[in-house]
């Protein structure tokens, strides 16, 4: 217990310097893209007695160097600072959207699972036949679709043609979210207050979206189970207990399978990550209010503070997660020690 606290400060610890190489990296990228924040806001044909007042207000005459001090300092007070563009907090503007994003991440995350690691051991299951190539060829062809037009086809075949599910949102127009909206997982509070109707609109309205971002991923993790259901079966334990009889199914799905699925959970945490930056195509194809989606409104006004909020967020947000998988997974495999 002692070493996995000094594993989780020590992670911890690392993941400042991180952050500073991130907001350095960010602050000089959106500095040199085309653009501004006063020709968003002003537009090409303003006085230029009138930009240079607004830039001097929003700090942008100033040099890059004091620019870069000023939110460095901002964020050592845990300050993300208040966006150029529409004068709030960028904290408050993000405030209603992580949990948008971080629910629709979730339950990609669990399509992408219970797609991919099921086929995955299926596959290796009926390793050579038919339904073993189906699957393969099916994980290659999901992986290389953009997910931006999966979204565009699912929305096409089940939301206007077949009309089974919503397009867009994350409810409907008939359902009032100020009843349940406490922590912003749709979810969770529909189930708290028990309104099974909003519920049941929420699960709806999460279907496509979800399932946009789960069935891109699930390819990757076809052929990772599959690889290592493969090297597992051929393990001396699994050759003994089909020697004593033991159910094929029990053998596979149970005991080759736990075993197996070490190494997919670590796969999990780097997925996540990717499944985060996946959710700016998907929000903006589903019109889904979450970080992805004002990330992009911000990148075309040229809202540094925003941008640069969102991004930092983003990244506490994957850290978090992937100090998580790693303590699971000392949990799951008693052989690993930190």
Same mark, same amino acid.
């Given at each position: 217990m002692k070493n996995l606290l000094r594993y989780i400060i020590a992670r911890t610890l690392l993941t400042i310097p991180m952050l500073f190489i991130l907001l350095t990296i960010v602050f000089v990228v959106v500095r040199v893209m085309p653009g501004d924040p006063v020709s968003a806001m002003l537009g090409g044909h303003a006085p230029q007695k009138v930009i240079?007042?607004?830039?001097?207000?929003?700090?942008?005459?100033?040099? %890059?160097?004091?620019?870069?001090?000023?939110? %460095?300092?901002?964020?050592?007070?845990?300050?993300?600072?208040?966006?150029?563009?529409?004068?709030?907090?960028?904290?408050?503007?993000?405030?209603?959207?992580?949990?948008?994003?971080?629910?629709?991440?979730?339950?990609?995350?669990?399509?992408?699972?219970?797609?991919g690691v099921t086929l995955g051991v299926y596959a290796a299951d009926k390793r050579r036949s038919f339904r073993d190539y189906a699957i393969r060829l099916y994980g290659i062809v999901i992986y290389c679709i953009p997910v931006y037009w999966l979204g565009l086809m699912l929305q096409m075949v089940f939301g206007i043609w077949l009309d089974i599910f919503p397009i867009a949102g994350r409810t409907g127009a008939q359902i009032f979210t100020a009843d349940f909206d406490w922590t912003g997982l749709y979810v969770i509070d529909t189930l708290v207050v028990r309104d099974y109707t909003a519920l049941w609109d929420v699960l709806m309205h999460l279907v496509l979206p979800s399932f946009t971002l789960g069935l891109v991923l699930s390819g990757i993790f076809i052929r990772l189970t599959r690889a290592n259901m493969l090297d597992v079966l051929k393990s001396d334990y699994i050759v003994a207990a089909r020697a004593r009889g033991i159910r094929h199914f029990r053998v596979v799905y149970k005991y080759a399978f736990m075993n197996a699925f070490i190494p997919i959970l670590t796969m999990m945490g780097l997925e996540f990550a990717y499944l985060m930056s996946g959710a700016l195509l998907t929000e903006t194809t589903f019109s889904w209010p979450g970080l992805g989606r004002l990330l992009l409104e911000r990148i075309y006004l040229r809202d540094y503070p925003t941008i640069q909020g969102v991004i930092i967020v983003y990244a506490l947000i994957v850290a978090l997660v992937s100090l998580a998988v790693d303590i699971i997974y000392s949990m799951v495999d008693p052989r690993v020690r930190y």
């Open positions: 240079d007042q607004k830039k001097e207000e929003l700090g942008l005459n100033k040099p %890059l160097i004091v620019q870069y001090g000023n939110y %460095l300092w901002q964020i050592l007070n845990l300050d993300l600072g208040d966006s150029m563009i529409f004068k709030q907090r960028v904290f408050d503007t993000m405030r209603d959207k992580i949990p948008a994003t971080f629910e629709l991440t979730l339950f990609g995350m669990i399509i992408t699972l219970s797609v």
